[in-house]
């Protein structure tokens, strides 16, 4: 039984009753303790941090937690970036991006403040094995895009654009909740990609090649893989070794059925390509162009002209 357990670890070297109670208390360590903080539950986890559901005892507020990983914590640059991310959100201000109030730290526990969102990400959607309709699609590409402008305003390239990165509040509004590779700055030196399929997968040319500064072209990429993946249900590019995705991503051309075979409209087809052109000069330039685009669409739908069978717009875009 437990008790049992207990008498076998204050028998240990270095060990004491209270060492023992604080593993009983955090699950042993998966519950971070920290002054201030009901910590409630477990929001979910990624590769260098997890998110807990915590309510501020002095304010009553309920707040998410971001929490570095004590593994990560060692890591010079994974601790630097994790209190860049969070000092990035709490400077930020716009309605469809995250919350930061702060990163504090507590022992050897680093933890970021953020605004708690109810809600879902896309790919946790996508997961559940339902595509979005070409209209939910584009109004939830346009959000993001507006959010993206803002932080290309800000001198930000996020980097790292992708279903996951993105939440659906019950609200309704679209909401990027991350932006642990965000840089500042047009000519800021790219960072070593996550090895996980879900980033590889999303990555534009130019950084699937290395070497190469990512711009806002990249982030318009990424977005548009992001698109397809909505409309469509699976990536453009699929493999399970991250240097075949890379390949695929720098080599492979855009070939999709779906978006021929179903009940998909030609300009859904258009933005899919013209955000995914390999070369970014082909690619839209700036986000101003892409909404306005997308706005257009979205108003327009009602007209015979955004009928199944009728042409996307031809005109001169802005350079």
Known sequence: GGSALDDVLRALPDW??????TLRRTNAGEIPEIPGYQIMDRLGTGGTADVFRAREKRSGRLLALKVLKQECVKVPATRKSFVSEARLLERLEHPG???????AKYGRTYFAKLELIDGRTLLEILDDG??????????????VAETLRYLASEG??????????IMLSSSGRMKLIDLGFAAEGADAPPEPTDSAVGTVAYLSPEQARGGASADIRSDIYSLGVTLFHLVVGRLPFESSDDRELLRMQIMESLSSPELKGRDLSPHLHYFV??????DAEVRYQDWGELIDDI???????????????ARPPRRTRRR
């Open 295 to 309: 706005r257009e669409n979205l108003e327009g739908r009602s007209s015979l002209d955004y009928s199944r069978g």
């Open 273 to 278: 390509e013209k955000m995914m052109a390999k």
């Open 156 to 165: 930000i390239v996020h980097r790292d654009v992708k279903p996951g990165n």
């Open 16 to 21: 004491d009753a209270d060492r023992v109670a």
């Open 130 to 143: 339902a595509a979005l309709g070409e209209e939910a699609a584009l109004r939830a590409v346009l959000e």
């Open 97 to 103: 991006l995250i919350k930061g109030y702060g990163v």
